[in-house]
């Protein structure tokens, strides 16, 4: 077997995801909505007078926020037939989305939970959708066999993220789309922007949302830790659903985050070789990883 080029931490930290992700599956597969719970996302509220993208939905579509956040994430693209893959799919809940409202292609989903695979793989149509366990950092796809790649609130998982772009700019075909979003140091927005555009991948749409995506946690979180417990939330619970007064709550109502949309095209340059976040760079993003492990540890049933 070829060593990892994570380092000991790095894969510890990988694990630790793996663990809590795992662990959480387990949790909501003792609630009566097991079935119904495809997202694991903060959502995205349009705020008052706010046009949002995508189809219209009823106002008691499930998981309205977590589809409002897919739509937004996606944009103008046009996946018409696409081949899509989505990395950290979670229980698949944006593909299952892509495949109803998007007329794409084949799509294939990856993430580091076993558990997350095996929901997927019950739940969605074979001939359309496989699903597969995979580390993003070593996304195990062909150089330029897919249209669109997929990364929504997954990749503060990562303790290299630079790795992971550079697997994305990999994969796409020229032309093809990566459709990304996440909770960031807001410092790191502009940084992102240039890394992608060294990487090959041109940004032509974006979109600071941390407003509508607190807004989302501000009407949705209290009740979805009570539905992911079925009453009895376990310990850790209020960090999963960013409920008020969490530490992610704070990182995004206080300033210190951005949750930010980046829709970007794979140009025909190559990626520049050389590294592209400075040391200290990658320290900071791959602390913030390592501490999400630990905001994220589930402990015993609550009250
Ligand atoms: C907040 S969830 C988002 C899931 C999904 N994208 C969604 O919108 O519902 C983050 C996901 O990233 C996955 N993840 C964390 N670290 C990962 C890694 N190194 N490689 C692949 N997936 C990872 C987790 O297992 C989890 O499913």
């Known amino acids: 077997m070829t060593p990892s080029p994570l380092s000991h931490d790095e894969q510890a930290i990988g694990q630790g995801y793996r663990e809590n992700f795992d662990r959480f599956n387990e949790v909501l597969h003792a609630t009566k909505y097991d079935r119904f719970l495809r997202f694991f996302n903060f959502g995205y509220a349009p705020l008052e007078g706010e046009e949002h993208y995508g189809p219209p939905l009823g106002r008691n579509y499930p998981n309205r926020d977590s589809a409002l956040l897919l739509f937004q994430v996606v944009g103008e693209a046009d996946l018409t037939g696409a081949t899509v893959l ?37 739940r969605y149509p074979a001939e359309r959708a496989r699903f597969f366990q995979a580390d993003a950092q070593f996304v195990p796809v062909r150089t330029g066999s897919v249209d669109a790649v997929l990364n929504v609130e997954s990749s503060g998982c990562y303790p290299d993220v630079e790795r992971f772009f550079r697997d994305v700019s990999r994969v796409l075909r020229p032309g093809g789309w990566f459709l990304y979003a996440d909770l960031m140091a807001r410092t790191f927005v502009d940084r992102y922007r240039e890394v992608f555009t060294a990487l090959g991948l041109d940004v032509v749409g974006e979109k600071d949302v941390t407003p509508n995506v607190a807004e989302s946690r501000r009407l949705r979180a209290e009740r979805q830790r009570l539905a992911f417990g079925d009453g009895k939330a376990p310990e850790g619970m209020e960090e999963w659903v960013g409920a008020d007064g969490s530490t992610l709550n704070d990182v995004l ?12 095209r794979r140009s025909d340059r ?20 390592a501490e999400g492990v630990e905001l994220l540890r589930l402990g015993a049933p609550g009250a």
């Open 86 to 122: 989505e990395v950290g799919c979670g229980r698949g809940g944006n593909l299952g989305l892509l495949m109803e409202h998007y007329d794409v292609g084949r799509v294939f989903g990856t993430d580091i939970a076993f558990n997350s695979m095996a929901y997927c793989t019950d």
């Open 253 to 264: 109502t206080g300033g210190k985050g951005a949750y930010h949309v980046f829709r970007c």
């Open 270 to 289: 190559e990626a520049d070789p050389a590294q592209q976040f400075t040391d200290e760079e990658r320290g900071e993003m791959t602390l913030s990883a």
